[in-house]
């Protein structure tokens, strides 16, 4: 085979692997709209043995199952005689048991765990008083899981969000629970039948457990000789310029330059920006995204990007750095990849990068002179609580650096806070998902919308960060929780910790999912709200105790496990500095008498915004992702994936694991998108201690929410949620007059959202 030949197939393969991947989205569609189905079959042949009349034979007949299929969802439509069902039962029974052995002290069942109610009343429907269970004798049995059916009991101790109080409009008389039974909230109405529960099986996906004996010890652990110190020195500022692609025009300092771009090729950028501004370090791309140049001959655009970036050049070259492979400096994104580049003729001096603005804000039409003012605005308002902040290449690494200069200098984290263990921090960000994206899908909401509005949290995780974990975590079995009091289990569920569980769907249940449940395909997380829907997951403590307390209905909850940390304030001076600029740049946009100041001090106070969000996300520090170049013909390090080719190199990418990064805290990010999660669903608006008023989905009309997006939601109506432009606070951001038909991906949400903007900002309404 020739070089010819293996390119050629090279690129056969990439538009095969785009085949499969549609494929496979098929497939997972399908699979789910299966699921989908049959849950509604089963649900329909358990609610037929409702009727006295009913027959299981004509049931099998016209729902495509057995008799006995139908037998196992409707018990009670057994056609056996129930002199002959005793009898047979009797019969197994006598031909199972074993024969008498030595009676041995019996091991004692962990006592199960009931809560009180932490729920606003809803109306209770009068229903039979269900028959006592029989009592069950003393065995020999597995640990089971703690289980908290109603809502949990306001804590009298424990730390509370400052101007917090807790509802003691929420406790009602415990519900007793037992395993033998499935247990129906008081609200909640069924019949008998119905209570059969379909587990969410087809698609799910496997999460990590904690497990037994010496293994599981390294997940309450940190890793030795690593934790995140405050930083003895001052990071140096890079001289950084602003270019206009598409128009050719550069900022840099207080002058504006016309530039000849060539081809836009990186080697023609540096060329004409380097001649102008001799020393830059940095580029940022305001418009104009060059690395899409002839996106149309490539079967990706990640494909055409990586091309883009490794476009040949006479005097300039990759940036690599030191290492067994040769790493690039090249970060491949589809809309904001980071090109970094050194002179051919010597290649071990100072790079100079070329990035995307797109990084730190979305320009929106501003000129390349604007972005450079909230540049300055930007770095302006962080001196004002930072003496040493400088603005690094992207708000990620720029929010991990701003936050190490907050690390206390006394007090018992002034040593530096401890980085988990390997194995905590790999189960952290196997189990630990972020935001929320769900678009829900008719019959759970109108085929014809009469609108769809759009609400997004203003800064919504600034409002998250005054607690967060701190220190290695304690363990907590199942047993362990069961022998808890109530108000330890309230407390423990307060307190910042994250929990192994096991959910079901109360049956009655006609709202959104308050949980999220693993599957396997691109989604990674769905949200479960067929009653009687039962799944295994895990979640932080904030979802926990809502699916327990929220005043629709108690949820279900056995607790497998969990991690319990000391409660702590990591990120709080942190996120107070971030929001006091925040608050700075936003006034500043209103009340300036320049419309350009005011343009660009709106665009600073959004990099503000992606600071907090990025350097949050920062310390989840995923595992790494490697780029990497090696010359054509030259082995290929193991384990790669091929981005591109040309005649010299093949570009690849591969993942490299967790790095011994001193900043590396998950459970921190895990904790404040858990919170997040929660308050997409209720969230509480506060006059000092008094609750004056609540917000989320949950306060919205049953059947009325289309769509969550991480910080924001969208309705079929507008909701009486007050505006005070304070983070966390439900913004109106989009109207779009109905009847709209119902979007049927996300791609046609976005349109959608797009649309109903534009309506809201041409009609001048005021935002709340």
Not at 322 to 346: E, I, S, T, W
Not at 448 to 466: C, G, I, M, N, S
Request: aromatic residues 6%.
């Amino acid at each position: 085979m020739d070089r010819k030949t293996y390119t050629a197939e090279l690129a056969g393969l990439r538009e095969l692997r785009a085949e499969i991947t549609a494929a496979e989205k098929q497939v997972a569609a399908a699979q789910k709209e299966l699921d989908k189905l049959t849950a509604q079959r089963s649900r329909r042949v358990a609610g037929l043995a409702g009727y006295e009349g009913a027959q299981a034979a004509p049931i099998a007949k016209a729902s495509g199952l057995s008799v006995g299929d139908v037998v196992r969802l409707a018990p009670l439509l057994d056609p056996t005689p129930a002199a002959v069902r005793v009898a047979k039962t009797d019969d197994q029974a006598a031909a199972a048991a074993p024969a008498p052995e030595p009676v041995a002290e019996p091991v004692a069942e962990p006592v199960v765990a009931v809560a009180p109610a932490l729920t606003r009343p809803a109306a209770v429907v009068e229903q039979p008083a269900p028959e006592a269970p029989a009592p069950v004798e003393d065995q020999v049995v597995a640990e089971q899981p703690a289980v908290l059916q109603a809502g949990l009991a306001t804590p009298t101790t424990g730390e509370t969000e400052p101007g917090v109080q807790a509802a003691s409009d929420r406790t009602t008389a415990p519900v007793q629970v037992s395993d033998d039974v499935p247990v129906v909230p008081a609200a909640s109405v069924a019949p008998v039948a119905a209570l059969v529960r379909p587990v969410l099986e087809a698609g799910s996906r496997e999460l990590p457990t904690l497990p037994e004996g010496p293994a599981g010890t390294r997940f309450e652990a940190a890793t030795s000789d690593l934790v995140s110190k405050r930083p003895n020195f001052v990071q140096q500022a890079r001289s950084t310029v602003f270019l206009d692609a598409a128009a050719g025009v550069l900022a840099v300092r207080d002058q504006s330059v016309r530039l000849d771009l060539g081809a836009r090729t990186p080697g023609e950028i540096l060329d004409a920006v380097l001649a102008t501004a001799p020393g830059t370090e940095r580029i940022y791309i305001t418009a104009g995204a060059p690395w899409h140049d002839g996106a149309e001959r490539y079967s990706t655009l990640k494909d055409a990007v990586a091309a883009w970036l490794n476009t040949p050049s006479e005097r300039w070259t990759t940036a690599v750095g030191q290492g067994r492979d040769k790493l690039a400096g090249h970060f491949v994104h589809q809309r904001q990849p980071v090109g970094r580049y050194a002179p051919a003729a010597a290649p071990d001096t100072d790079m100079v990068e070329i990035r995307s603005m797109g990084e730190w804000f979305d320009p929106d039409g501003a000129d390349v002179v604007t972005c450079r003012q909230a540049f300055t605005l930007l770095w302006q308002a962080l001196r004002r609580h930072w003496d040493d902040a400088v603005l690094m290449g992207s708000p990620s690494q720029t929010g991990r650096d701003l936050w190490s200069r907050t690390i206390p200098t006394t007090g018992k984290w002034a040593g530096g806070y401890p980085v988990l263990s390997e194995e905590l921090r790999g189960l952290l960000h196997a189990t630990g998902g972020q935001g929320r994206t769900e678009l829900i899908l008719p019959p759970r909401v109108p085929e014809q919308l009469p609108a769809l509005v759009e609400y997004d949290r203003t800064f919504a995780y600034a409002k998250h960060l005054w607690k967060s974990p701190v220190g290695t975590p304690t363990r907590i079995t199942a047993a362990a929780f069961a022998e808890m009091t109530e108000q330890e289990q309230v407390k423990a569920l307060m307190s910042c910790s994250h929990w192994n569980v096991r959910v079901t769907v109360p049956a009655g249940w006609n709202h959104v999912g308050l949980l999220p449940a693993p599957v396997t395909g691109d989604r990674a997380w769905v949200y479960p709200s067929e009653p009687g829907s039962t799944f295994t997951t895990w979640a932080g403590g904030a979802e926990v105790h809502l699916a327990l307390a929220n005043h629709l209905g108690p949820w279900r909850i056995e607790v497998l496990g969990g991690l319990l940390f000391e409660d702590g304030k990591p990120l709080d001076e942190w996120g107070k500095r971030l929001k006091a600029a925040w608050a700075d740049l936003t006034n500043l946009s209103r009340i300036h008498g320049d419309e350009r100041q005011r343009q660009a001090a709106y665009l600073a106070s959004r990099a503000v915004r992606s600071v907090l969000l990025f350097g949050l996300g920062g310390f989840a520090q995923r595992p790494r992702l490697v780029s990497g170049t090696t010359p054509v013909g030259e082995t290929l390090p193991a384990g790669v994936e091929i981005l591109g080719q040309d005649d010299q190199v093949v570009t690849w990418q591969r993942q490299a694991g967790f790095s011994r990064d001193p900043y590396a805290h998950p459970e921190w990010a895990a904790y404040v998108w858990s919170g997040a999660r929660a308050a997409l669903l209720d969230m509480k608006y506060r006059q000092g201690k008094e609750v004056i008023g609540y917000a989320g989905a949950l306060h919205a009309k049953p059947g009325s929410v289309v769509y969550f997006g991480t910080d924001g939601i969208a309705l079929t109506e507008r909701q009486p949620w007050p505006y005070r432009g304070e983070p966390g606070d439900y913004l109106l951001k989009g109207h779009l007059t109905g009847p709209v038909e119902h979007p049927t991906s996300q791609e046609q949400y976005l349109q959608l959202r797009g649309l109903g903007r534009a309506e809201l900002a041409a009609k001048g309404t005021e935002p709340q």
